[in-house]
């Protein structure tokens, strides 16, 4: 089993910049290994991906956030982080770090939400005009 916890979110003006961080912790000797990723929900809409990064470093990210947003890995720190930059309006969400234990190296095309088995609780991020 393995443990996710949010952090970094909070209210900001438009054009701003934040860093979230995911801290895994329980099963996390294979956690160089793991694909992980950002989603985030706003109010009265589906879910929806944000970032994904593999074993190997390599990236997707959504097109809404692409040029804005980067996905790193920590993994001696069991740790991966968005910072994000020139946030919008629309970025107001509430976003969710996702793991699983696959090594998505090579498939990042092709995942999904429903690839990932391990879940955050959320940090809420709220961007104003």
């Known amino acids: 089993q393995v443990q996710l916890v949010e952090s970094g979110g909070e209210s900001v003006l438009a054009g701003g910049s934040l860093t979230l961080s995911c801290a895994a912790s329980?099963?996390?000797?294979?956690?160089?290994?793991?694909?992980l990723a950002w989603f985030r929900q706003a109010p009265g809409k589906e879910r929806e991906e944000v970032a994904f990064?593999?074993?190997?470093?390599?990236?997707r990210y959504a097109d809404s956030v692409k040029g804005r947003f980067t996905i790193s890995r920590d993994n001696a720190g069991y740790t991966v982080k968005l910072q994000m930059n020139s946030l919008k309006h629309e970025d107001t969400a509430m976003y969710y770090c996702?793991?699983?234990?696959?090594?998505?190296?090579?498939?990042?095309?092709?995942?999904?939400?429903?690839?990932?088995?391990?879940w955050g609780r959320g940090t809420q991020v709220t961007v104003s005009s």
């Open positions: 996702a793991a699983d234990s696959w090594d998505c190296a090579g498939a990042l095309d092709s995942i999904d939400g429903d690839d990932f088995g391990y």
């Open positions: 329980g099963y996390t000797v294979t956690y160089s290994t793991y694909c």
């Open positions: 990064i593999a074993s190997d470093g390599s990236t």
